[in-house]
């Protein structure tokens, strides 16, 4: 017999031991059966895993995406206090806009993710 070992923080343990004692399992019996149900469907468990991962890297690109536009909105900032013009000002207020709605659909999604 096998026994993998687990780790988990403790959002992970509370959740899990909820949905155990509901299904009026132990937590390594819920852990085995949820894991079995997971392998035996092979094609929706790593859909759903590609899933995440998309989502996942979209906000890690949005992240350094909003850097580089924060850093913008800096120099443009230093610019404008010093009274030139800022013939750039559209294309980075373009860039943050832009930005924050690859954030918005990537936070969306990861949000329907977990409530389904």
Known sequence: MHQPNTRL????FTLIKSAAARCRLSVAGFLARAALAAAR???????KIADEREVITALFESRRRLGWAGNN???V????NSGADVPQLDAAVAAVQRAAETV???AAQLIAQRTS
């Open 9 to 12: 923080n403790e959002e992970e």
């Open 104 to 106: 918005h659909v990537a």
């Open 41 to 47: 469907d092979l094609d929706r468990t790593s859909a």
């Open 77 to 80: 900032s230093k610019v404008l």
């Open 73 to 75: 909105l800096n120099q």
